[in-house]
């Protein structure tokens, strides 16, 4: 593509914290339970629940299990941002950086690297790192993207790719990255997404009167979908069932990391305990809602996951590790961002 040197790309991953020191992981977290779109409650009692009571005690265990995937580089999940801005460079005209919604490096640091390269730089394509829409991940990511634009008074445009869990390109890359470990012997392969609370799925919901409502809804027709974190979740799983002929009965849907009651269900920790009780002695495993292998993917799903489905009698545990800088995923990038380049709005958030 032909840069009008006026142009900018910037990538944007949830973040992490500076270091294993539960100084900075404590910081880390402040930053993100403080979160509105995360923990939603008024923020007086956020504040209380969040500074009182959850970080307090989750600190240091937070930084033990940050301890067990640190690498001499740093946070994996920076780390392969990192990689993944270096891989796509070559194949855009534009400068890329990267930023993380809680952390360094943040938004506020991308705008000033890009002004400093761009001095008259017109407009920023901004990509959240998040295939599926939710309260907690993508929106708060555009949401503060668009408070740091407006705080500093910026010129440029600012445009976001929008949530692509079907977008066909990225779809196919996810699906080739996969394939490989169907060929080896398995019983099960289960889709671990992030988690949400239920409430979540509902205040996003634009009509008020779908998501949740009904065992199908996520299946039944409605403009909920745009927004509805649930049903972008299965879509992908249903694409991938699709394009990799998994056969029925041999897949499932999971949700990880909750906090509290009242997130949606099935538990992934929960199916890992009871599945090689219903046969299932031979897992893979992915977490499709991530594209960069992180604290949640490595250690949550990759060491303590492992332990908890061998423990309960499994025989053979496999982590399909995240699309993290494969080819197929660059390409979909820079295909998505030469498409804006070329006056193709597809994948621009409307």
């Known amino acids: 593509m032909t840069s009008t040197g006026k142009r900018a790309i910037i990538l944007m991953n949830l973040g992490s914290p500076d270091s294993t020191a539960t100084p900075d992981v404590h910081r880390y977290l402040m930053e993100f339970l403080m979160d509105k779109r995360v923990i939603d409650y008024p923020w007086l009692f956020r504040k209380i629940l969040v500074g009182g009571l959850i970080v307090p005690f989750r600190a240091k265990k937070s930084a033990e299990a940050y301890e067990t995937i640190w690498t001499k580089e740093g946070s994996p999940l920076i780390v392969l941002t990192q990689q993944l801005q270096a891989a796509l460079q070559p194949l855009v005209a534009d400068p890329v950086e990267i930023a ?81 470990y169907l060929k080896q012997d398995y019983d099960h392969i289960l889709f671990s997404y992030h988690g949400v609370p239920g409430r979540h799925i509902r205040k996003s919901d634009p009509t008020g009167n779908h998501c949740l409502q009904s065992a199908s809804c996520c299946e039944t027709a409605s403009p909920a979908h745009a927004t509805c974190y649930r049903h972008q979740c299965f879509t992908t799983t249903r694409e991938m069932v699709r394009l990799l002929n998994i056969p029925e009965g041999r897949y499932s849907n999971s949700f990880q990391s909750r906090l509290g009651k009242g997130w949606l269900e099935p538990f992934t920790d929960i199916r890992l305990e009871e599945m090689p009780k219903e046969g299932i002695k031979k897992l893979l495993i992915l977490c499709p809602a991530f594209v960069s292998d992180c604290l949640e993917t490595l250690e949550e799903i990759a060491i303590r996951g492992k332990e908890t489905f061998l423990g309960a009698g499994g025989e053979e545990y496999t982590m399909i590790p995240c699309l ?25 958030l409307g």
């Open 100 to 180: 993380m919604r809680y952390g360094n490096p943040s938004m506020e640091d991308a705008y000033r690297r890009l002004l400093k390269k761009v001095p008259d730089l017109e407009e920023v394509i901004a990509v959240p790192l998040y295939p599926h829409y939710a309260m907690a991940s993508y929106e708060t990511a555009v949401e503060y993207a668009r408070e740091i634009h407006r705080r500093n008074k910026y010129s440029f445009r600012l445009d976001f790719i929008k949530p692509f869990f079907d977008e066909s390109h990225y779809l196919n890359a996810l699906a080739e990255h996969i394939r490989p």
């Open 324 to 348: 993290n800088i494969d080819s197929r995923w660059v390409d979909a990038l820079a295909g998505w961002v030469r498409g804006y380049a070329e006056g193709d709005k597809t994948m621009v």
